[in-house]
């Protein structure tokens, strides 16, 4: 246990620190790649400078997601998907050895992967890097990525959080089961619904016990999910309001858990567009923004929804005048999608276009845009808000999506961490030498069961 560590308590006490996490989409990363000197998403050393970057700023962690297939409408893979990345855990393991402190986290779904497995891999990946791994626990929600997999389909929603939990309290307790250096392991026992294992863990605990858990899911299902078992959860909910109401909403789960108020960090996913003045950093949202959706991505953004080939539209003239051919656009079609009016919403698109005067490419950039989720200002004014974030404890920090590889990430740790270090909420060096350390976070306290099987689930 660190001294940051706080007591668990029923009253919520803001640390009064940013941490910062960096993050990459597994496909359909919109437009960072695009920049002569991006490099490819494909190519290591691309990952090695971010990584590197990142730790340079003092980045509590390097996080990846997850896309496990690419999309496809019209018979071919979706023009806004990025073909391929190397799989998670083998970028991470090999970032491992040319970083020092960053923490290493992999997404990784619960509804395609076995326990027993999964847990073996992360804890691999937490003894080679030190104990700065982390795993990212997420369902998966699309049902394309089934398509994928010997099981097909995807289960209904209900279903694939209690399978998520009876996966991750088996995987605890395979990470928990490991006797002192000369002692035996003992023997996991899991006869559930959703999974059997009987396993003997191979693997000692890391320098950090275990891979810190995040989760990245926002429905009630999923935040009480990760209020029983995560220790920071990768939100959606960036801006001020937004977040403090976040915050208030996950201490009630987490009291109601029995974990008390401190038990689950924060980190919602967030972009930032910086310059030395505030107009500056305007003109350079246009131009990031162009350059996520080119012409042919607006096309293919309508296309999804539509459901038709729109390629002979100009993306700088009107909305298409044709009607979508579905009806109500699937799970196939992208999360954003799933369960629209196709036409009712092509409807209102076309008179909301109209009204303000925009092209396909200036509809589709608006609709877009991570509004939400995106920070714009000088360096001052943005450590002067994110200074407030951290008084009153809305977030623990912000995991940040870099616009650009490898510019977008410069601008943060060049001069925002440099603004926040000066107001006293940002770390100024690493806590310690593992992830659970940077963040301040207890070490899980242990099981005393003999060998275990957990019923239900
Ligand atoms: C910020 C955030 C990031 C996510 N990243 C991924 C990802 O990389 N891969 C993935 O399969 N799902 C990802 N998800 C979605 C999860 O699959 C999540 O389980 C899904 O949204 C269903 O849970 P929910 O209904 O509780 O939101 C993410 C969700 C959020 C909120």
Redesign the pocket.
């Known amino acids: 246990m660190t001294q940051h560590t706080r007591a668990k308590s029923e009253a919520f006490t803001p640390s009064g620190q940013i941490q910062f996490g960096v993050f990459f ?2 496909v359909n990363s919109g437009a960072i790649w695009k920049a002569a000197e991006s490099g490819s998403q494909t190519d290591f050393e691309s990952f090695r400078r971010i990584a590197q970057t990142a730790e340079r700023g003092l980045f509590a962690a390097f996080f990846l ?4 297939r690419l999309r496809e409408h019209l018979g071919r893979p979706h023009a806004l998907d990025v073909a391929g990345r190397p799989d998670a855990q083998t970028m991470l393991a090999a970032l491992a050895s040319v970083t020092r402190n960053i923490g290493l986290v992999a ?1 990784q ?1 619960t509804t395609y992967n076995d326990p027993a497995d999964l847990a073996h891999r992360l804890a691999s990946l937490d003894l080679i890097s030190g104990g700065r791994a982390a795993w ?1 626990i ?5 049902a394309w ?1 089934g398509a994928n997999f010997r099981r097909g389909g995807y289960l209904d ?1 209900a279903d ?2 209690r399978h998520a939990e009876a996966f991750v309290e088996t995987a605890k307790r395979i990470w928990d089961s490991w006797e002192n250096p000369d002692g035996p392991a003992r023997r996991v026992l899991h006869r559930g619904r959703h999974y059997t294992v009987d396993v003997t863990p191979r693997l000692p605990p890391s320098g950090q016990y275990r891979p810190v858990l995040f989760q ?4 009630p ?3 009480n999910f990760a209020a029983r078992q995560a220790d920071v959860i ?3 909910h960036p801006k001020f309001d937004d977040a403090v109401e976040f915050r208030k909403d996950l201490v009630q789960r987490s009291v109601a858990a029995g974990r008390g108020a401190n038990a689950v960090q924060i980190m ?2 967030s972009e930032f567009i910086l310059a030395p003045t505030a107009a500056e950093a305007a003109e350079k949202k246009e131009w990031v923004r162009s350059l996520q959706i080119g012409p042919q991505q607006a096309i293919a953004y309508l296309e999804q929804f539509w459901g038709r080939e729109l390629s002979n539209y100009d993306p700088d003239g009107p909305l298409p005048d044709i009607d979508p051919v579905v009806e109500e656009t699937s799970e196939t079609r992208g ?1 954003g999608f799933h369960g629209a009016k196709a036409r009712q919403l092509a409807d209102q698109w076309r008179a909301e276009a109209k009204d303000k005067g925009l092209s396909i490419r200036q509809f589709v950039i608006s609709k877009t845009a991570r509004i939400d989720a995106t920070f714009t200002g000088s360096y001052t004014s943005v450590a002067d808000q994110l200074t407030e974030y951290a008084r009153v404890g809305a977030v623990d920090g912000f ?1 940040i999506s870099p616009w650009l590889i490898p510019a977008g990430l410069d601008d943060i740790v060049n001069h925002l961490v440099p603004e926040l270090q000066e107001r006293g909420v940002y770390p100024t060096e690493y806590r310690g030498s593992t992830l659970r350390e940077h963040l301040g976070l207890e070490t899980p306290g242990r099981t005393a069961d003999e060998a275990v099987e957990v019923a239900g689930a």
């Open positions: 989409q597994g997601g997850e896309g496990l997404t779904n990212n997420v369902t998966t929600d699309n990525t929603h694939r959080y990245a899911g926002d429905s299902d999923g935040r990768f939100a959606a919602p996913a999360s995991n």
